[in-house]
């Protein structure tokens, strides 16, 4: 059902989608102010991709970059609707909807910047299903979508069209090359398609996922019940069935660089729970892809590895890490469309130089680092 | 005056524009195989600026990328023409004409590809006068044409679309991220204008000069006359009026690596002629553009610095440059559309990092490692 979001929504909305960035996909906090300073008193509509026509035209956009540098250069306003002109005039055609690309993080709120600039509807779906590092980890590209021709836009106005016919990742790799030259941070439109395709290919429902899930944590916090349960509780009517807490302790290291255009590194978490005294330990490539202790996995990109306060259930980004922070790991199971063997070859451990087969996080082995 | 290029003129033109790179602009080598396996027995027009109706179409076309990795990766063949399509696609206008943006090295020849692949002209005419290691080098900038949009091609058919506005040299900054991802090597159209603009920004007649240097140094050789004084004659009827001498001896040292997309060094030559014992140095990027003796500068960019073989006057490339290599180095004057104070913004010692004052090469004194 389509529906309309209010600025009052953009809290909750913020924090359900930094739930769902597993740790990346840049913090939505300076996303939700380009919104808020656009949006004023109206509305966007979300639409559901049931109520989308299989002619409506969708061009999805986004912010692409590393999140460490995200926080700390904030676009001028103007590239995310400029983006999205940048491919209308390329291809001829106006949107009749933008889209998420991911849900998580700030790219929950880009789309919201380009629907309060131009009008448009915002569909409530996306193709990563939460946040990852590079543009070709998309449903969209894994069921037949490409992303060229894509548009970039930079803060001094640059103009910038990539196509690299049906090759993402050529199209991610020149696309990342413009980003770390304009600094770190680009805004681009890509994966223009139609509303059968939207449907075909979009993990669907995402963004009132995300905003339920913020909400729920909130209304949890307000009335003094567990966050954990109200988390459970939402993500139990989606495609998000299983959510298990992976452990509970103490930051006591964090390793993080830029490079390359990416925020890489790993966190070392002290287990309070338990029998256990090894540390657990999650890598991270933007995202946090893979959660370890005592030597075994634990969780395994695609999917999510959630690191939040361990009381307020408040989620921390991989740059938000810090030493010192009591926090709880969460793993949730992605739906089924991202598990499959397309879906895999294309997100999954070896798209990150894993060498870790991945298992779903519901058939693996309880860490003794999760609370008991 | 306009005339017809056949396969035959080739080596001639490609052994004056390899001189008229002044050691950078990529060895021309794979660029003439290129023409000659698309033209034949066929003719291409070679277009005087003064027959150019000041509202022909001219889309300058040309390779980009460091000159070491070019003689290493061959182009597939079909982007020099597919970036003048991109672009005339985008602009949605077809071109009269392509043009040279630099008459040194490789880049004398991709436009004779574009031409013999799609029948256009090729305006006697280019935007250095020389060559220079960075798009935004070009006397169109100078005198007020801008680059954008710059269309690029990559070997596998990658698009991409490059406008920065007025600021050329965020273009030339963007179109090397993108270059360099794509293995070093890219195809660019830019600078698309009109035949005014074209008489009003462009140094005149620089391929029928790169060709009359060519056949004058083997005309010489064939007639056992000295091959210097043939290219002294040349370059008395041209814009290039002066030429000197700077150095004989042996190269003893070369420094170079290909970084950023750049091939950087310098090199040492021990002189042979006069009193002279210190090495004689000359510091390239891609180009050469500074030469020394005795801690005194001889010869500056923009003037033309050319090291060539001490008997043939074969001129040799900075990725050409050897230990032993007996040679001369000459220092030819540049055209005074090229020393005005706006050129020398663009493309004079400053715009290299270099802290020493354009002066002319004529005006500077004669160093004692020049052949007495």
């Given at each position: 059902m389509s529906w309309q979001l209010t600025a009052a929504d953009l809290p909750d909305l913020a924090r359900g989608a930094t739930l769902l960035g597993t740790g990346g996909g840049g913090d939505p906090y300076i996303g939700k102010m380009l919104v808020e300073q656009v949006l004023g008193d109206r509305t966007i509509t979300i639409l559901d991709p049931d109520d989308?026509?299989?002619?409506?035209?969708?061009?999805?956009?986004?912010?692409?970059g590393a999140p460490t540098v995200m926080v700390e250069k904030i676009p001028?306003?103007?590239?995310?609707?400029?983006?999205?002109?940048?491919?209308?005039?390329?291809?001829?055609?106006r949107a009749d909807a933008t889209m998420p690309i991911e849900c998580?993080?700030?790219?929950?709120?880009?789309?919201?910047?380009?629907?309060?600039?131009?009008?448009?509807?915002?569909?409530?779906?996306?193709?990563?299903?939460r946040a990852f590092p590079e543009?070709?980890?998309?449903?969209?590209?894994?069921?037949?979508?490409?992303?060229?021709p894509l548009a970039l836009a930079g803060e001094r106005g640059e103009r910038v069209i990539i196509d690299t016919g049906e090759d993402d990742r050529q199209m991610e790799w020149l696309a990342r090359a413009v980003t770390i030259r304009l600094g770190g941070v680009g805004h681009i439109a890509e994966y223009a398609m139609s509303g059968a395709d939207v449907r075909r290919t979009a993990v669907p429902r995402t963004l009132s996922m995300a905003l339920a899930l913020g909400r729920a944590i909130r209304h949890a916090r307000e009335e003094h019940r567990s966050p954990f349960v109200a988390i459970a509780d939402v993500l139990s009517t989606t495609l998000y069935s299983h959510v298990r807490e992976l452990c509970v302790g103490k930051v006591i290291d964090v390793e993080r660089r830029t490079t390359e255009g990416f925020a890489k590194g790993r966190a070392l978490i002290a287990p309070v729970a338990g029998t256990a005294r090894e540390p657990f330990e999650i890598t991270?490539?933007?995202?946090?892809?893979?959660?370890?202790?005592?030597?075994?996995?634990?969780?395994?990109?695609?999917d999510l590895i959630c690191v939040v306060d361990h009381e307020s259930a408040e989620?921390?980004?991989?740059?938000?890490?810090?030493?010192?922070?009591?926090?709880?790991?969460?793993?949730?199971?992605?739906?089924?469309m991202m598990r499959t063997p397309a879906a895999l070859a294309a997100f999954g451990p070896a798209a990150f130089g894993l060498s870790e087969q991945f298992r779903p996080v519901e058939e693996l082995a309880v860490p003794a680092s999760a609370q008991l």
């Open positions: 989308l026509a299989v002619d409506q035209f969708v061009i999805p956009t986004a912010q692409m001028a306003g103007t590239e995310p609707t400029l983006s999205l002109r940048i491919l209308e005039e390329h291809l001829g055609r998580g993080g700030i790219n929950s709120m880009i789309p919201l910047v380009v629907a309060a600039e131009t009008g448009l509807p915002v569909v409530d779906a996306d193709g990563m299903g543009l070709s980890m998309e449903t969209f590209a894994v069921y037949g979508v490409h992303g060229s991270f490539q933007n995202e946090n892809l893979v959660a370890r202790h005592g030597g075994e996995v634990v969780a395994i990109v695609p989620p921390i980004t991989t740059e938000g890490l810090r030493y010192g922070q009591r926090v709880k790991v969460l793993g949730i199971s992605t739906p089924a």
